[in-house]
Each structure stands twice: as C-alpha cells, then as structure tokens.
C-alpha cells in the first residue's frame, strides 16, 4: 500500500484577477477552493491513476474538513488526525504573474505527534511512505527523520518531497525517490544552481550518497533522473499553462503509479513528466486521460557515460 503523509495541509484558494494592485482594491474574475499540501496532491493523483492509497496527515477546522469532505467525495482513502486549530489557507492569485502566499499551520501537540507515529508503527514490509510538504511551526524539522527511521525499521520505500532542513536530513537515510526543484537542490549543497552542468554534478552526488532515484524537476524545461549508473533527460510537452499549482506533486504521483505497476525506469519518468504537465495544464491536478495524451509528447534522452 501507498500512504502520503502531509503534516500541514492546504485548502488551496486560487484567485484569479486581471490585475492585481497591491494597496488597492482588486476585483476576482474566478475563484475556486482545492484541498491541497503535497501528500494530499500525490494521494488524488494517484487516485486518479487508479493506485490504491492512503492519505495521513493532521487535519483541523472547517478548513481541514473540506479536505476530509472533498476526499471521501473522491474515494480516497484517509486516516488523518484531527488537531485544534483550523488547516491552513493558501492563497495562490493569479494575475499577470502567479504570486503565492502560503499560511503557517496549526499548532500540533506532542500527543498528536506521537499518534501519528504510532500509524508509522503499522506500516509493513513493501509499503510506500510518502513524506511530503512543509512541517507546521510547532514540529522540529527532526520529525520527518523520526518518521523516516520508524519506516526503515519496517523497510518501507520512503519518498521525500520536502525543501530546507528536513529535506537535507532525509539523505543520510537512502530513500526510495526524492524530487527536488532546481532551487530545492541548490538549498541542499547551500548554492544556487544556475546550470545544467550544475544539476548533473549535484545530482549525481544525491546518488553517491546513497538516494536510490532523484528526479530534479525544471518546471517547463522538463526535468532530469538519476538512478545508479542512468541518467535521463525529459523534455516537457509543450502547452497553455492554467494552474501549476501540484505539478511536483503530480511528478511524485507519475512515477509512483508506474513504478507499482512494473513500469521500465524510462517508462516511469516518462509518465512523471506528463502528469507534471498535464497539471501544470489543468485548473486542478491532471486527469488519467490528459497524462495518457501526454505521454508521447515526453521527449527522453540518455546521457551516456555518468562518470
Ligand atoms: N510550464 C510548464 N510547461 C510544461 N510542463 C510543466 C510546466 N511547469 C511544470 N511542468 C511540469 O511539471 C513538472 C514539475 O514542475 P516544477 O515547477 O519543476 O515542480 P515544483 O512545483 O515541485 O517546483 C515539470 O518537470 C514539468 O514536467
Ligand atoms: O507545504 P508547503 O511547502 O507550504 O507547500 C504547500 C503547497 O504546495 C502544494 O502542495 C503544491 O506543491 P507543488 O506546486 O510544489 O507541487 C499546494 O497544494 C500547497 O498549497
């Protein structure tokens, strides 16, 4: 079984405006609520790309209800826990420019944390932990690695899509898969990557250390995977952007569904890309048919040689 772990979920308010005027008082041309955090995201991806999972997570408050709601009405399965305090807003508008301001989260107690853990004591042996998004204000960033040895016990793939601290601890644990943007991995080697050449060279060390797949994702440019010796380039398809909102989130969801179904490595980040694209081309996250019409325009190439 899959489980996503989103420790601070979102209701994404997307707002879209022709203009937006700060100081002013800004009309909307369309609004709409989506239940959002990266976990929840790689659950209704995978959904929707018939993989059976389950979502964790702490949800609060009318907010963390709609996500409750919006996911039964979807069939997802989920074993949240419910915390005082209301999940976080996200506000994401959409002018000439996508700006995004992005709340901070509940407080969470320590016996809320430690039933969390207690879910992780219930993993097994082949299942898929994926720990995904920021962690709300009250968590130490060493909660993922508690999470993380907790699943390695058990020997549980663990997925880590997450930036900062908690992201740079995760290494030292050899997940399964982690998916960093350009500037996530910047963070982790504390540079900034301006290059091609420079995602190569950090990327392989990911590998070196010890990660067993990396995907660096390059938004419209597409993006790179590491794995052992195999280094594949992905160049995305070519679309109208509506909403890039989740699209990392749908890369993760992509490569997962096809690994649990046997896919080749090629084949899997082949439909990672085109369900990052098909969301970025999307006003919510991607259908199984878009990913599915999508997937030949996914151009792969191998760089040969990694040495
Ligand atoms: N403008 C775009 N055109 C085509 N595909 C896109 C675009 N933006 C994102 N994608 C797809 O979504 C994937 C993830 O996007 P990215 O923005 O890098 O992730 P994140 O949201 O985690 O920063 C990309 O690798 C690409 O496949
Ligand atoms: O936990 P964070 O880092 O604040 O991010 C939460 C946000 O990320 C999202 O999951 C989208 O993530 P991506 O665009 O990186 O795929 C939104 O749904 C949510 O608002």
Redesign the pocket.
Not at 244 to 251: L, P
């Given at each position: 079984m899959i489980y996503t772990c989103?420790l601070?979920p979102?209701v994404?308010y997307v707002v879209e405006a022709q203009q937006i005027e700060l100081g002013k008082l800004n009309r909307a041309t369309k609004t709409a609520y989506?239940p959002?955090?990266?976990g929840?995201?790689v659950s209704r991806v995978l959904k929707r790309l018939h993989v059976h999972n389950v979502a964790l997570g702490f949800i609060g408050g009318f907010t963390g209800q709609f996500i409750a709601d919006e996911l039964k009405r979807e069939h997802i399965l989920t074993d949240f826990i419910a915390v005082p305090g209301q999940t976080r807003l996200?506000i994401?508008l959409k002018g000439e420019k996508e700006t995004?301001i992005?709340g901070a989260g509940p407080i969470i107690s320590d016996e809320h944390k430690e039933a969390l853990i207690a879910k992780i004591k219930q993993l097994k042996k082949g299942d898929i932990l994926v720990l995904?998004?920021?962690l709300p204000p009250s968590v130490d960033d060493t909660f993922y690695v508690t999470m993380i040895e907790e699943a390695k016990k058990r020997r549980v793939s663990v997925v880590v899509?997450?930036?900062g601290n908690a992201l740079k601890q995760a290494i030292a644990y050899e997940p399964f898969l982690l998916k960093p943007?350009q500037t996530e991995l910047g963070e982790l080697f504390g540079t900034h990557i301006h290059s091609r050449h420079q995602i190569i060279e950090y990327g392989k060390k990911l590998i070196d250390n010890g990660v067993q797949h990396v995907i660096v994702s390059l938004a419209g440019d597409g993006a790179i995977l590491f794995h052992k010796d195999v280094i594949l380039i992905a160049q995305a398809p070519k679309g109208i952007v509506k909403n890039?909102?989740?699209?990392?989130?749908?890369?993760v969801a992509g490569f997962l569904a096809a690994y649990v179904n046997e896919a080749s490595l090629e084949e899997a980040f082949r439909y990672s890309v085109a369900a990052g694209s098909a969301?970025a081309f999307s006003e919510d996250l991607c259908t199984e048919e878009e990913v599915h019409r999508l997937l030949g325009e996914v151009n792969i190439t191998r760089m040969e040689d990694r040495v």
């Open positions: 989103t601070n979102s994404d989506f959002g955090g990266k929840i995201n996200n994401k995004e992005n995904a998004g920021s899509d997450t930036s943007n890039s909102v989740g699209a990392g989130d749908s890369m969301t």
